[in-house]
């Protein structure tokens, strides 16, 4: 069986595992990536055969497949509360399942919804699990355009190298109208501490950092799916 494969069929399982947990009646949020897309297809699938849920999308490509598998979605406006939120994740560190999340760059709205969400669980493949964020993967910062080369600038001064996503040319655009500077800090010591100065930085919108938010993560490797609560 080739990696991609294995590594495909792992996020399958822990999709299929998380869908497993929803219960008859609930609000549930639902991620952006790829284990995620298995997730919704998993909550698809339970539907046809009768489940009833309504479902709050953090992205629009998640909410299409969603809608277009008959899912019924919801909003904030109808339900302020999530019962149970379950998405991907970049990284998550042992132990403390604090997050790098936004490579997809979904993160405002997964954060939203994982903020909204009584119980917030993450599934992944065993090769998202790390001893301390950041040494492979950039903090995804999403920022406002206006002015966004000064907002890079004060990023650089807190230790990061910030890359426009999508370049100069074709910068990406989030779901939301706004730009992202992926920035590599490398081994993050205090993911909080971090988290509370990019939060503070003046033209950032949002950031992929998700310290204490995770409640369980389910993490799956060829032996199976593994859960780890948060500690
Ligand atoms: C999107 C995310 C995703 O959850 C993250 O990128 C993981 O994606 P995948 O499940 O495809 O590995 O944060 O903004």
Request: proline residues 4%; aromatic residues 4%; hydrophobic residues 45%.
């Amino acid at each position: 069986m080739s990696g991609a494969t294995a590594q495909d069929d792992a996020k399958r399982a822990a999709a299929d595992y998380a869908a497993s947990m929803v219960e008859d009646g609930t609000i549930i949020g639902l991620g952006t990536g790829s284990t995620a897309a298995h997730f919704i297809d998993a909550l698809i699938e339970r539907a046809r055969l009768g489940l009833s849920i309504l479902c709050i999308p953090t992205s629009e490509r998640s909410a299409e497949r969603a809608r277009e598998g008959g899912l019924a979605l919801t909003d904030f406006a109808a339900h302020p509360v999530i019962d149970l939120a379950v998405d991907g994740a970049d990284e998550i560190a042992r132990g403390t399942l604090d997050l790098i999340k936004g490579l997809g760059g979904a993160l405002l709205r997964e954060k939203i919804v994982a903020a909204a969400a009584r119980r917030f669980v993450v599934i992944a493949d065993a090769s998202k699990l790390v001893d301390r964020l950041g040494a492979r993967t950039p903090v995804p910062v999403e920022i406002d355009p206006f002015g966004w080369q000064t907002t890079r600038d004060r990023l650089a001064r807190l230790g990061a190298t910030p890359a426009l996503r999508g370049g100069e040319t074709t910068p990406t655009r989030t779901d939301g109208g706004n730009l992202i500077l992926d920035c590599a800090f490398g081994p993050i010591a205090d993911p909080a501490a971090l988290a509370a100065r990019l939060s503070a930085t003046l033209g950032v919108v949002e950031h992929g950092l998700f310290p204490a938010m995770t409640h369980l993560a389910l993490v799956a490797d060829a032996t199976g799916v593994h859960r780890h609560e948060a500690g």
